[in-house]
């Protein structure tokens, strides 16, 4: 089979490469030039180079940014991007995440031996929307996966789908839709596609947890029934004409056929000379078609039974048990066999001849005693999967022989050396929910999680704009960001955090740059639970804002303080806010203080949004001295003489309704409410050609039911873009930057495709359906 990364860039690639064969079939030697000429072949053909190759130094030649395939993420808690800057040619991320990691969603292709993510301009990232249970070789260089999704780049697919061998999605395949499937196994044998998982019907059909499709087309082989099946199939394998399903099942066309049965191939009729042997109740959860020691074919069978042998038994093709009886003490997850040694993972911790053989074992495919033991994985084992002589192993543990490796690991086989596969994976992965196989000179991992290849960033993180790649030695904090600020060459950073690199800083920080150094002033905030959640600057200073906040360098300062650009010293600035901030917005002479607050300058009148001074504080008459968002006013965005505010109000006092956001004109000095919104707004971030991305937790603006999280509108008119992206869940923060919307909050997907925490945009994609 052609090598697969190959064909990757054959597709992606084409125009490039015909281009490129071209330049070197010429008879006539090109000209000597310069390869930096943007108008020479040889800056062509250094370009292609440089794509191709991932080339990151220094150069003339174009950068090829791989940005939008990277994510944040964080096992413990939900995953959060709060706060996105640009610095030269980085781009900066703060939030509520622990790490960052390749955002391929539930399906990867991987180095077979280090683990890392073929990069996706070889090999584009499938970007599965849901969970990844099984995957299967197609025998011509493709593969199936099958699981708990609704779309695979971008495109619908009801829990199965085919992946040709260039990554891209067989647009032929497809297979009756339905939302409550779930795809637990998949087997090809001959022309079909056999599915096992858990459904009550397939269509108009009503083939039940096990069916059949035609392997090129998708559509349902309706020859093949076996009428009901009263629980989940889990596994499939096949010997000659006939399939070995198990899973959780008791009954099978109404024949007692406990977790385990035979069935005919063609169609579907349970073979009752397979004598089930299982007691009641019985799950299995793999199957595998191996050898005995005189090569005789045998089903090996692991799961959770106590007979006719404990959580593991083999059977000869006829339903004959065998001797081989390793009784393993808990539930069998994973069966595979190497020549005579035949490997179990599972939640055990002792088989026959190891009282303590944790997880992992490998034993005599005759006596099913222990003969390899050395592992030492410290806990459940949910998949295992060999390839040529390595066996990948998947699972709830997090250590193999005293190394860290997150929930992946590959030993070779026979010997059991741990080799340097480490994907590197945010979660456990249960069962169903791995698979490991083939792929070129690579491997595919499906999986029940979103990401791999992820890297420790407590927080913080930045990216290489034109590689995609994060940057080492970057800060790290105890707690999370909430806003960034950037003030030359100095970052300055607000959230909940208390500690960066393990020296104090109690909500507020600043960065020196370009290397990302913590700066040697602590600003001493004190107030139990403080959290800053707004920076800006003007006339001088840095202004800072947020919660719980009491005092700065031990002087007084409620909620809201400024420091000077230059010395970092504590300004007069003093507004006294009796409440929250939780924006803050300069225009000339004046910091627009939004927020949670029910007094400012000690007068209990003002509440939630008003103007003051850049000197002392002191409030203006601006916006008005009456009329007061009745919430939180939480973003502020100065635009061509207006501010737009979004938060959580819904009224401004005197004036009416006003759903989660105004715009305030300086012309008329009136605000205005042609856009809102039926859910928090979070971020307004414009274009300088009039075009506004908002986001936050609402479903729609201006009535729109069909574009949650994130919408956009054109100032001026006010018409609403036909552009919805669908994030799954709320957008915090948005940035502007080399004529595209960074856009952060703390989504798993974005136009049906899997992100993590962030997608990059310019409002042409097509609506997201």
Not at 252 to 272: E, P, Q, Y
Not at 472 to 500: A, Q, W, Y
Request: proline share 5%.
């Amino acid at each position: 089979m052609e090598d697969m990364r190959r064909l990757a860039k054959i597709s992606l690639s084409s125009f490039f490469l015909i281009l490129l064969l071209t330049a070197f079939t010429q008879c006539k030697p090109a000209d000597l030039e310069s390869t930096c000429d943007v108008k020479s072949e040889s800056f062509l053909l250094a370009s292609v180079v440089r794509l191709v190759t991932g080339d990151r130094s220094p150069s003339c030649l174009p950068a090829f940014s791989f940005l939008e395939e990277w994510g944040v993420y964080d096992s413990t808690s939900i995953p959060k991007v709060r706060s996105i800057l640009s610095y030269r040619n980085h781009i900066l991320m703060g939030g509520d995440f622990r790490k960052v990691g390749l955002s391929t969603g539930s399906v990867a292709v991987l180095d077979k031996n280090s683990g890392t993510a073929i990069p996706s301009r070889f090999c584009p990232f499938l970007k599965v929307k849901g969970e990844t249970y099984a995957a299967v070789p197609d025998g011509s260089g493709g593969f199936y996966i099958g699981g708990y999704f609704t779309h695979v780049q971008g495109i619908k697919r009801s829990q199965v789908a085919h992946i040709l061998p260039g990554c891209q999605l067989d647009p032929n395949f497809i297979v009756t839709e339905d939302a409550s499937r779930n795809v637990n196994a998949l087997l090809v044998l001959g022309d079909q596609l056999y599915i096992g998982g858990t459904f009550s019907s397939w269509g108009s059909s009503p083939q039940t947890n096990i069916a059949s499709v035609n392997r090129y087309t998708g559509e349902l082989n309706t020859s093949f029934y076996i009428g009901s099946i009263d629980g989940f199939v889990g596994t499939i394998v096949s010997f000659g004409n006939s399939l070995f399903i198990g899973g959780n099942f008791q009954f099978v066309n109404g024949i007692s056929r406990d977790g385990l049965a035979k069935l005919n191939a063609t169609t579907g009729a349970v073979d009752t000379g397979f004598t089930n042997q299982l007691n009641p109740g019985a799950t299995v959860n793999d199957l595998f078609l191996g050898t005995d020691p005189r090569g005789s074919p045998v089903i090996y069978v692991g799961g959770t039974f106590s007979t006719p042998r404990n959580n593991a038994a083999a059977f000869y093709p006829d339903g004959t048990i065998t001797s081989w009886a390793p009784n393993p003490n808990a539930t069998v997850e994973a069966i595979q066999q190497n020549e005579n040694t035949v490997y179990l993972g599972g939640s055990f911790t002792s088989v026959l001849g190891a009282p303590t053989a944790n997880y992992l074992v490998g034993v005599d495919n005759g006596s099913g005693n222990a003969v390899k033991n050395d592992f030492a994985l410290d806990l459940t084992v949910t998949s295992l999967h060999l390839i040529g002589n390595q066996l990948y192993a998947l699972g709830q543990f997090t250590m193999a022989k005293g190394i860290t490796r997150n929930y992946a690991a590959a030993f070779e086989v026979p010997s059991g050396t741990l080799t340097n596969w480490n994907p590197s994976l945010e979660e456990q992965i249960s069962n169903p929910g791995g698979a490991v196989i083939p792929f070129g000179n690579d491997v595919v991992l499906g999986f029940n999680r979103y990401g791999v290849n992820l890297i420790p960033k407590k927080h913080f993180v930045v990216f290489d704009e034109a590689t995609g790649y994060p940057l080492d030695n970057t800060p790290e904090f105890d707690f999370g960001i909430v806003t960034m600020h950037l003030k030359g060459d100095r970052l300055f950073l607000g959230g909940s955090f208390e500690t960066i690199n393990g020296n104090p800083r109690l909500g507020f920080a600043a960065i020196d740059l370009p290397h990302y150094q913590l700066n040697p002033t602590n600003f001493e905030l004190t107030g139990t639970g403080t959290e800053i959640r707004a920076i800006t600057n003007g006339n001088g200073q840095i202004f800072f804002g947020g919660a719980s906040m009491t005092a700065v360098k031990g002087q007084t300062r409620n909620a809201v303080a400024a420091i000077s650009e230059e010395t970092l010293t504590l300004t007069n600035w003093n507004p006294n806010l009796g409440g929250s901030a939780t924006s803050l917005l300069v225009v000339g002479d004046a910091v627009y203080i939004g927020g949670l607050y029910t007094s400012l300058n000690g007068n209990n009148t003002i509440a939630n949004y008003r103007a003051v001074d850049t000197v002392s504080g002191t409030a203006i008459s601006l916006p008005s001295t009456t009329n007061y968002p009745q919430s939180d006013v939480s973003v502020q965005t100065f635009y061509e003489g207006k501010i737009y505010l979004g938060g959580i109000f819904t009224t401004i006092s005197g004036l009416g309704t006003f759903s989660n956001f105004a715009i305030y004109d300086f012309a008329t000095n009136s605000y205005q409410n042609s856009i809102y919104a039926n859910g928090f707004v979070n971020a307004i971030t414009p274009a300088p050609d009039g075009r506004f991305l908002v986001g936050g937790s609402f479903t729609g603006l201006n009535g729109s039911t069909t574009k949650p999280y994130a919408s956009a509108f054109q100032t001026g008119s006010y018409n609403i873009l036909d552009w919805a992206p669908n994030p799954d869940s709320t957008v915090y923060t948005s940035f502007y930057h080399n004529g595209k919307w960074y856009v952060g909050g703390e989504f798993k997907y974005a136009f049906h495709k899997a992100y993590g925490g962030f997608f990059r945009t310019d409002l042409s994609e097509p609506p997201s359906n």
